[in-house]
C-alpha cells in the first residue's frame, strides 16, 4: 500500500499501475437510492503544484454540478492515507463554508463500507484503509455549481535522486459527463540541474526556465480520467543524467527496469557534436501538387536548422538521381543558399529508383576519414510510391542498402500517403538502426519531418550501451539504442535477473550496484556511472507500471517480428499471454474483446490470432498497409500509458492502433467495451459475467466446483475486501449492478454474484 511518505506528492495515494492511493475529493450523494457516480458531473478541475526542496504544495480548484432535475443532499468526501498532512479543505456552496472532520483509518474504513453496503454500490471499496475527510450533508440545487478548495503539503521521497509527484484523478471517473476543463500544473525548483522528467501516465508538456526550473502541464477538455497523474523528475548535476527504476513483480520471476537517460539542459549545447546528413527526396509524378510543396518546405526546414559544423547533401531523385553536391558539404551560407535555390526548382516528374538513390546516400556519408570519422551520420529518406525503376524487389534493395551502410548510417524513413511498401520501409529502417513513419494523405508532411529533425538536429551522445555491474540485462526495447540528442530523452525498457546476488552489495533497501552508460561524447569514448539499487520482490510498489509498459512494446516488437519474418508458435502464445495480463488490445488481439469468444480457449485464441494476422499481413501498400505499420509503431515506441486525446478510457480499454479506416482517417481512438483495464490488471467481459486476468485459464462451466461463489456486500464479502491488497480491492470496485464477477484472490477461484 501506497503512503504519502513515499515520494507521493497527493493527499491520497494509489498506484498508476496498481498500487492505489487517493487524494481528490467526489460528492456522494446522502440517499441511499442514488449510486456514487451518475448523480453529479465535475465541470473543472484545477491543479496546481509547487515543488520546492521536495516539498509539494498543492492547491485544487473544482466545481461540481448536479446533473440531475430535483435537489439532492449530498457530502463532500476526500481519502486520506496515513501521514499526510493537509494545511486545509474549504468546501464552498453558494458562498457558505462548509468544515470537514478528519477519520483515522479505522473509523474511515468503517465509514467506506457502510456507504457501499447501503448503495450497493463497490466504487469506495479501493480507499479502504486509508482516512477520510468528510463534511456535514448540504443540498445541490439542480444545475447551480458547488466550488470545492482543497490545499495541503507533502514530502516527495526521493530514491537515489529520482523525485516522484503524485496527484490521482481517478476518482473523477464518477462524474456523469467529461469535465470541461481539466489541467494539471506542475512547477519544479531545484538545487540541483534537472536533467530527466518523466511521466508514465499522462502526456505532458514541458516548459523549462532554466536547468533548475521546470514546469509541467497535462491539460485536457471533455475528458474522463480513469488514470492518476504521476511525474518523475531527476535533479543531478550531471553532464548526463541517468534514472533506473526497477521493479520485481515475484522473488522467483524475472524484474523489470526502465532506463531514462538524458543530457543536462545547461551543458548539452556545449557538447552538440557536429553531424553528417543526406537528404532523399522523392520527386517522383505522383509528388506533384500540394504533396510537392510541403515536401519542399520540410527540405527547406532542414536546410535552414543545420549546425555550425554539420556536413550535408542532398539526393533528389524519381528515375534518375541529381545529388546537389559532390560529396557532403560544410553547412556554411553559401551551400546552404545553393541547396535552398534548387529545392524551388523541383519539378515532380518520372518514376520511384529508391534502390539507386538509397545506396547513391549510404555511399556518400560513409568511409570518411580523420575528424569526421566519428560524426553520426543519418539519412532522411523520404517516398511517396513503391520503387518502380530499377531494382524493385524488396529482397534486392535491402541487402544493396545494408552492403551500401559500412559507416553504421541511421536511416530515418517516411513514407507519405497510402501508396507505400510498409515493409520494405519497416525492414530498411529496422536493418539500418532507424526508424519508420508515414503520414497519411491529408496530414501536413512538413510538419511531420520538420518535428522529426528538430528532435535530432543537435546530437549529444552517441553509440550508446548499457552495463549494469553484476546484473543481467534481457528483452531490452529498443533493441538498438538511438543516439541522445539536446532536449530529448530515451526511455529504455527490458528485464534482468541476478546471476550472482551474493557478488552484489545488499542492504534493508536492495542489492546495490553501478549502472554504466557509455558512448561517443564530445568526439570521445567515455562512460559515466551512477550508482542504483535493485529492489526485492514486493519491497517498491511506485513503480508498478514498469512490467505492463515493457509488455507493451514487447507485444511491438513480438508483432513486428511476425511481419517482417512470418509468425510461429512460440511468438504467437506469447503474444496471446503477454496481450490477455495486460489487457494490451489490438486489431491482432481484438478477440480478448469479443465475449463469443471464452477466455479459457486458448486454442481458439491462436486460430483468431492466426486469422488476424494473416489478414493484417495481406496488404503492405495502401491504407491497410499504413494502419498495420502505425499499430506496431504505437506499441513499439510506448513511453507512457496515456490514452489517446479524446478518448474516454473508463468506457473501456483503448485499443493501439485502429482497425475501421474511417477512424483511422480521422485520427480517433477505439475503445473496445468488453475489457476494463484496472491498473497493470485487465478484466474481460463475457456477456454479465467479467473474469479477471488471473482467472482467465478457469472454465465457469467445468471448473465450477473449484469456485468459491460469494454474494457481493455480505459478510463474507466484506471479510475479502479487507484481506485484499489495494490492487485486488480495485478490481472488485469495478463490478457493476447486474454483473458478476470471477477473480483469484490468494490462490482461491472466487465468482462474485
Known amino acids: 500500500m501506497r503512503t504519502s511518505n513515499r515520494i507521493l506528492l497527493t493527499v491520497v495515494v494509489v498506484g498508476l499501475a496498481s498500487a492505489a492511493a487517493w487524494a481528490d475529493g467526489m460528492i456522494v450523494p446522502v440517499r441511499p ?75 474511515a474504513r468503517k465509514i467506506y463500507e457502510e456507504i457501499v453496503r447501503i448503495k450497493k454500490d463497490p466504487a469506495l471499496l479501493e480507499y479502504a484503509g486509508f482516512g477520510l475527510y468528510r463534511t456535514r450533508a448540504f443540498p445541490l440545487q439542480p444545475g447551480k455549481p458547488a466550488k470545492v478548495i482543497v490545499t495541503y503539503k507533502n514530502l516527495c521521497k526521493k530514491d537515489r535522486g529520482l523525485v516522484e509527484v503524485w496527484y490521482p484523478l481517478n476518482t473523477e471517473k464518477f462524474s456523469a459527463k467529461p469535465i470541461e476543463d481539466l489541467e494539471v500544473k506542475v512547477d519544479i525548483k531545484s538545487k540541483a540541474d534537472i536533467t530527466a522528467v518523466y511521466s508514465p501516465s499522462h502526456d ?7 536547468a533548475r526550473q521546470v514546469i509541467a502541464t497535462y491539460a485536457a477538455k471533455n475528458e474522463l480520467p480513469a488514470t492518476d497523474f504521476q511525474v ?93 553536391f559532390d560529396g557532403l558539404v560544410p553547412a556554411e551560407a553559401k551551400n ?49 510510391g513503391q520503387p518502380t525503376i530499377g531494382r524493385t524487389e524488396v529482397a534486392d ?68 550501451k548499457l552495463d549494469l555491474r553484476g546484473i543481467r540485462f534481457t528483452d531490452m526495447y529498443p533493441r538498438r539504442i538511438a543516439d541522445l540528442f539536446e532536449g530529448d530523452q530515451l526511455v529504455l525498457l527490458g528485464r534482468y535477473d541476478l546471476p550472482e546476488p551474493a557478488a552484489l552489495a545488499k542492504t534493508e ?12 561524447y564530445e568526439g570521445k569514448e567515455k562512460a559515466f556511472e551512477y550508482p542504483v539499487t535493485v529492489r526485492p520482490a514486493g519491497r517498491d510498489s511506485r513503480y508498478e507500471f514498469v512490467p505492463k509498459l515493457w509488455a507493451i512494446r514487447r507485444v511491438g516488437f513480438l508483432l513486428d517480428e511476425m511481419q517482417l519474418h512470418g509468425r510461429s508458435k512460440e511468438l504467437m502464445d506469447e503474444l496471446i499471454r503477454l496481450s490477455k495480463e495486460y489487457g494490451i488490445i489490438t486489431p491482432y488481439t481484438s478477440f480478448l474483446a469479443d465475449e463469443r469468444v471464452a477466455m479459457k480457449d486458448s486454442a481458439g485464441h491462436k486460430r483468431a ?20 505499420a502505425k499499430v506496431r509503431q504505437a506499441l513499439r515506441e510506448a513511453e507512457n500509458l496515456a490514452a489517446p486525446a479524446g478518448t474516454r478510457p473508463a468506457e473501456g480499454a483503448v485499443v493501439f492502433g485502429n482497425s475501421s479506416a474511417e477512424k483511422y482517417d480521422k485520427g480517433e481512438a477505439e475503445v473496445a467495451r468488453n475489457v476494463r483495464q484496472v491498473g497493470n490488471q485487465a478484466i474481460y467481459g463475457r456477456g454479465n459475467v467479467w473474469v479477471a486476468a488471473n482467472a482467465a485459464h478457469v472454465d465457469p462451466e467445468r471448473d465450477k466446483d473449484k469456485i468459491r461463489e460469494v454474494q457481493q456486500f455480505s459478510r463474507e464479502y466484506f471479510d475479502l475486501v479487507r484481506a485484499n491488497t489495494v490492487a485486488e480491492n480495485q478490481v472488485l470496485s469495478q463490478q457493476r449492478p447486474n454483473e458478476e464477477l470471477i477473480i483469484s484472490l490468494r490462490g482461491q477461484v472466487y465468482r462474485i454474484r
Open 336 to 384: 546552404v543558399e545553393e541547396a535552398l535555390d534548387r529545392v524551388d526548382r523541383i519539378e515532380a516528374t518520372g518514376g520511384t529508383n529508391i534502390d539507386e538513390a538509397l545506396t547513391l546516400a549510404m555511399k556518400i556519408v560513409a568511409g570518411q576519414q580523420g575528424q569526421a570519422a566519428g560524426r553520426p551520420k543519418y539519412i532522411l529518406f523520404m517516398t511517396d
Open 509 to 520: 533497501d536492495g542489492y546495490h550496484s553501478q549502472l554504466v552508460v557509455t558512448g561517443v
Open 204 to 210: 505532458l508538456v514541458v516548459d523549462r526556465k532554466g
Open 232 to 324: 518523475f523528475y531527476q535533479a543531478a548535476d550531471e553532464a548526463v543524467g541517468a534514472a533506473l527504476l526497477t521493479y520485481q513483480p515475484q522473488a522467483s520471476t524475472y524484474g523489470y527496469f526502465m532506463l531514462l537517460v538524458s543530457p543536462n539542459v545547461r551543458t548539452a549545447s556545449q557538447s552538440v557534436m557536429p553531424k553528417d546528413i543526406v537528404l532523399v527526396f522523392d520527386h517522383s509524378g505522383s509528388m506533384s501538387g500540394r504533396l510537392l510543396e510541403q515536401a519542399k518546405a520540410a527540405l527547406r526546414y532542414v536546410l535552414k536548422n543545420l549546425n555550425r559544423g554539420d556536413r550535408f547533401n542532398v539526393v533528389s531523385y524519381s528515375d534518375s538521381m541529381d545529388t546537389f
Open 609 to 628: 490470432l492466426a486469422l488476424a494476422a494473416q489478414e493484417q499481413g495481406r496488404e503492405v501498400a495502401g491504407r491497410g498497409g499504413q494502419m498495420d
Open 33 to 107: 437510492d442514488l449510486r456514487v457516480s451518475g448523480a453529479w458531473a465535475v465541470k473543472y478541475h484545477h491543479v496546481n503544484i509547487i515543488v520546492r526542496d521536495q516539498v509539494a504544495s498543492v492547491s485544487i480548484d473544482q466545481e461540481f454540478v448536479n446533473t440531475g432535475s430535483g435537489m439532492i443532499e449530498v457530502e463532500y468526501l476526500f481519502p486520506v492515507p496515513p501521514e499526510a498532512a493537509i494545511d486545509s479543505m474549504t468546501l464552498v456552496v453558494n458562498g457558505k463554508e462548509y468544515a470537514a472532520v478528519l477519520y483515522k483509518a479505522d473509523e
Open 397 to 464: 534493395i535491402l541487402d544493396d542498402v545494408r552492403k551500401a551502410n559500412s559507416d553504421q548510417a541511421r536511416l530515418l524513413a517516411f513514407g507519405v500517403g497510402y501508396d507505400v511498401n510498409t515493409h520494405l520501409l519497416d525492414k530498411l529502417a529496422e536493418q539500418n538502426n532507424g526508424k519508420s513513419d508515414y503520414v497519411k494523405p491529408k496530414e501536413p508532411v512538413d510538419a511531420k519531418i520538420s518535428s522529426l529533425y528538430a528532435k535530432i538536429k543537435s546530437p549529444v551522445m552517441t553509440n550508446l
